[in-house]
């Protein structure tokens, strides 16, 4: 990982492909237009409205754009229901805490920026509309279960408990990223089981968010069907970074495939700008992750938070994944 990166700071052109596999250890799954297609087509029967799907989904999106004055009051009791649906499950070291802030003008759309001593800052861009249905989403992903969670593990189970200084500095560029970004997405479903989420966000999210709550197991559905298009990311970002698509291309094909918006697609650009091929480490993350927690702990629930658990705990590598290799975080 350390070699690529540093070919790739030095000038060294290489394809997206060869990019992610020696930096993250992946090989990226490649999808033609007729895969979204397939799933624009399963999208049209859920969709409220006639018309256009494109023009569909633009109206149903705005139904869910909460105003900017409500979006931390929203954000609030998303995280405070990850957290305690986490600590029920993962016990955190004594002292772990973090604080939220709104942020504009950003590359991404939520970062984590761990302090150390298990504390967190958790910023959230607000540049672009802010829609309901990501709030738990992004809380689960940022906080509990996610990133501020497995730093505060490292940082306790390997670091305090081990020794283990190299764990202090966190190698963005590298497989461990895989593993980060795959679990936090990964959380959000541990957090809110089959439809417990939309149910969570009827009855408590979308009032304060001035959401109409009718409108959530609808989108839950939408979003579901839409966890396919998310591997879009990955296709356009390897288009537009080996140099298939230009920038105008990238946008309208983002546009058409993935429903979004213009501003939406520039922004997805700046993030191909800025981490290239870590946009991987989202979608194809979450799947491989998924892939592991269920062939080393079925669907019992307790079973899987543990298996979890073992993962934040002493991260392995995206190979140890694929073999389903049972990880062990006791010291």
């Known amino acids: ?60 999106k705005e139904k869910f754009v909460v105003p900017h004055d409500r979006i931390k009051s929203a954000l609030d009791p998303a995280l405070e229901a990850c957290r305690g649906a986490t600590l029920r499950h993962i016990a955190m070291p004594d002292g772990e805490s973090f604080r939220l802030e709104l942020v504009t003008d950003k590359p991404w759309g939520a970062y984590n920026w761990f302090q150390g001593n298990y504390q967190s800052l958790i910023e959230v861009n607000v540049s672009l509309p802010f829609y309901a249905g990501s709030a738990a989403r992004l809380m689960c992903h940022e906080g509990y279960p996610g990133h501020h969670v497995l730093n505060s593990l490292l940082e306790q189970k390997l670091v305090r408990d081990r020794g283990w200084v190299e764990y202090t500095i966190n190698p963005l560029y590298s497989s461990l990223s895989l593993i980060a970004e795959g679990t ?50 990955i296709d356009a970002a390897r288009g537009y970074l080996d140099g298939e698509r230009s920038k ?43 892939q592991y ?20 705990a002493s991260p392995p590598v995206a190979s140890d994944l694929a073999r389903g290799t049972t990880l062990d975080p006791s010291p």
């Open 184 to 233: 936090a997405d990964f959380g959000f479903g541990l957090v809110f089981p089959g439809d417990t989420g939309w149910q969570w966000e009827r009855d408590h999210l979308f009032p304060i968010a001035g959401i109409d709550p009718a409108l959530a197991e609808v989108r839950y559905r939408i979003n579901e069907l839409n966890k396919a298009l998310g591997y879009a990311s």
């Open 293 to 312: 927690i269920d062939r080393v702990a079925g669907v019992d629930p307790d079973a899987r938070w543990k298996a979890f658990s073992a993962l934040l």
């Open 248 to 290: 105008e291309q990238t946008i309208a094909w983002l546009q058409e495939f993935r429903f979004a918006t213009r501003s939406e697609a520039e922004q997805q650009l700046r993030f191909y700008e800025t981490y290239r091929s870590y946009i991987v480490n989202y979608r194809l993350g979450e799947d491989l992750v998924g």
């Open 1 to 60: 990982s350390i070699r690529a990166r540093l070919e790739t700071l030095r000038g060294t052109k290489m394809s997206f492909d060869d990019e992610a596999r020696r930096i993250y250890g992946v090989a990226p799954p490649r999808h033609d237009d007729d895969f979204y297609r397939a799933v624009h087509r399963q999208l049209e029967a859920v969709v409220p409205g006639s018309g256009p799907l494109r023009e569909r989904m633009d109206a149903f």
